[in-house]
């Protein structure tokens, strides 16, 4: 398949921008967590507003990138930073959970990732970043 026409998918290009996305708040959070010895929930929540600030980024210029959106970028952000919040708490529950269970938080921090970033792709093509697609 082309790479060009594979790029055009924003499916694609939101795994490619969640993966920089994910290495970025995993080592902010492996830095903070096993090197500096931080408390878990502080390292994770972070690692987590890290991770936060990359993903908005490659989201709204690279991987749900339209001519014009229907929301201006302000109420885009600010639906982005209210979910945002209710990811933090999932993730949170989701990591220390896990840890009650005996699974090691660096495992359930991936854990936590992976479930967050599907139901997030959906919240962000169906309601925070639709618009007029560009034309390629």
């Known amino acids: 398949m082309n790479l ?3 790029l055009r998918s924003s ?3 939101f795994v490619l921008g969640g993966g920089i996305t994910v290495l970025c ?3 902010v ?3 903070l967590f ?3 010895k931080w408390n878990l929930l502080i390292a994770n929540s972070l690692s987590f507003v890290v991770g936060l600030g990359v993903s908005f980024l490659f989201n709204r210029l690279w991987a749900f990138r339209k001519d014009t959106f229907h929301r201006k970028t302000h109420h885009q952000l600010a639906m982005y930073l209210v979910l945002a919040v209710t990811n933090l708490l ?3 529950a989701i990591v220390a959970g896990l840890q009650d269970l005996g699974l090691d938080p660096r495992f359930g921090k991936i854990i936590a990732i992976i479930l967050i970033a599907v139901w997030n792709f959906i ?5 925070i970043f ?3 697609a560009k034309a390629e």
């Open 123 to 127: 919240i962000y093509r169906k309601v």
């Open 29 to 31: 959070f492996y830095i």
């Open 25 to 27: 708040e995993y080592v």
């Open 90 to 92: 999932f993730n949170n």
């Open 4 to 6: 060009g026409l594979l």
């Open 11 to 13: 499916v694609v290009r």
């Open 34 to 36: 096993v090197f500096f």
């Open 130 to 132: 639709t618009g007029t």
